[in-house]
T-cell receptor
Framework: GDSVTQMEGPVTLSEEAFLTINCTYT??????LFWYVQYPGEGLQLLLK?????DKGSNKGFEATYRKETTSFHLEKGSVQVSDSAVYFC????????????FGAGTRLTVKP | GAVVSQHPSRVICKSGTSVKIECRSL??????MFWYRQFPKQSLMLMAT?????????EQGVEKDKFLINHASLTLSTLTVTSAHPEDSSFYIC??????????FGSGTRLTVV
């Protein structure tokens, strides 16, 4: 079945460092891809999404490009802030059928001043 | 690693009946559990947050009398959809945190009300 594999954490960076969190997927169809963020004590928030190949999702300085040839959707940010410390989840939703979501295991990011 | 078991994975029920969905943390104590709902072709919507031994906190617009959440132990939370109607048909997924494992998702439950 469909699945998502994302880079294991935790990841610790200094403020203003470059961030990459890798995400690859396996799907039989053409899924939509998502990055969610969960801040301490809060529920998930949608960070960005892409619905077709070569689409780039972006929000709050984060970007991810839907790469069909490499089945990837890596999350990047050029300069992280302390406030970006959170857990990041990659997810997919098959565009056909029921659109049930599948999540990666999550990557905890800690940004130090 | 942390594992969360969600059951059932799929359920079909008649309109007017109630359905219970279970979310269990198998190898850690889940002090907090989140329940989400996914509408067709949309991302997840947080329904409620529950802490073990206390009442769940519901998000605005979520009917607490319709979606009953019980988190009576550190390894089990249940979501009961009461008097289900076809518009309650959706994908429900839980997430549990605790024991230093961060957040772990269940595999989800596809509810169809006929």
């Amino acid at each position: 079945g469909d699945s998502v594999t994302q880079m294991e954490g935790p990841v610790t960076l200094s403020e203003e460092a470059f961030l990459t969190i890798n995400c690859t997927y396996t799907a039989t169809g053409y899924p939509s891809l998502f990055w969610y963020v969960q801040y301490p004590g809060e529920g998930l928030q949608l960070l960005l999404k892409a619905t077709k190949a070569d689409d780039k999702g972006s929000n709050k300085g984060f970007e991810a490009t839907y790469r069909k040839e490499t089945t990837s959707f890596h999350l990047e940010k050029g300069s992280v802030q302390v406030s970006d410390s959170a857990v990041y989840f990659c997810a997919l939703s098959d565009q056909g059928g029921n659109n049930d979501m599948r999540f990666g295991a999550g990557t905890r990011l800690t940004v130090k001043p | 690693g942390a594992v969360v078991s969600q059951h059932p994975s799929r359920v079909i029920c008649k309109s007017g009946t109630s359905v219970k969905i279970e979310c269990r943390s198998l190898d850690f104590q889940a002090t907090t559990m989140f329940w989400y709902r996914q509408f067709p072709k949309q991302s997840l919507m947080l329904m409620a947050t529950s802490n073990e031994g206390s009442k769940a906190t519901y998000e605005q617009g979520v009917e607490k009398d319709k979606f009953l959440i019980n988190h009576a132990s550190l390894t089990l939370s249940t979501l009961t959809v009461t008097s289900a109607h076809p518009e309650d048909s959706s994908f429900y997924i839980c997430s549990a945190s605790g024991g230093g494992y961060g957040y772990t998702f269940g595999s989800g439950t596809r509810l169809t009300v006929v």
